[in-house]
């Protein structure tokens, strides 16, 4: 039911799988902007095995190139907790994304504390001078 609720025209839903034994590792979500041409991208990995092993490194390159190539995306934005060290591992030195932004205290924590939320992007026409996760660097 869950993949049912994707229309695969504004918003996909892809499964990242293991080739040796079928497993269902990980996942992509996508919703497009058509008239913008861009793509907001969650990604999750659920299998603690594949945690930490650059399961979305390995796939993402192939999945953005398919829609900057085939469906008319221009950019691609993924929104991340400053504090969700595990996802940020897959995008602060990735070079197909840069940090875009650092909204600061964007998001409320379950506990009621305030958390910054980080805004990778990638483009497809690659900006000039732009390096991964500058704004880390602070």
């Known amino acids: 039911q869950f993949d049912a609720s994707f229309d695969h025209y504004n918003n996909y839903f892809i499964g990242i799988f293991d080739a040796t034994n079928g497993l269902l590792v990980g996942f992509y979500t996508i919703d497009v902007s058509h008239l913008q041409r861009v793509g907001q991208l969650t990604a999750g990995i659920g299998e603690a095995d594949y945690s930490r092993k650059k399961v979305l490194w390995a796939t993402i390159d192939a999945l953005i190139d398919h829609f900057y190539a085939a469906r008319a995306i221009e950019k691609f934005s993924a929104r991340i907790l400053a504090r969700n060290y595990a996802m940020l591992f897959n995008f602060k030195d990735n070079p197909r994304f ?41």
Request: aromatic share 4%.
């Open 98 to 138: 840069v940090l875009e932004a650092n909204l600061e205290q964007e998001c409320l924590a379950a506990d009621g504390t305030r958390l910054d939320l980080l805004i990778f992007s990638s483009f497809k026409t690659p900006l000039p001078g732009k390096r991964s996760a500058s704004l880390l660097a602070k």
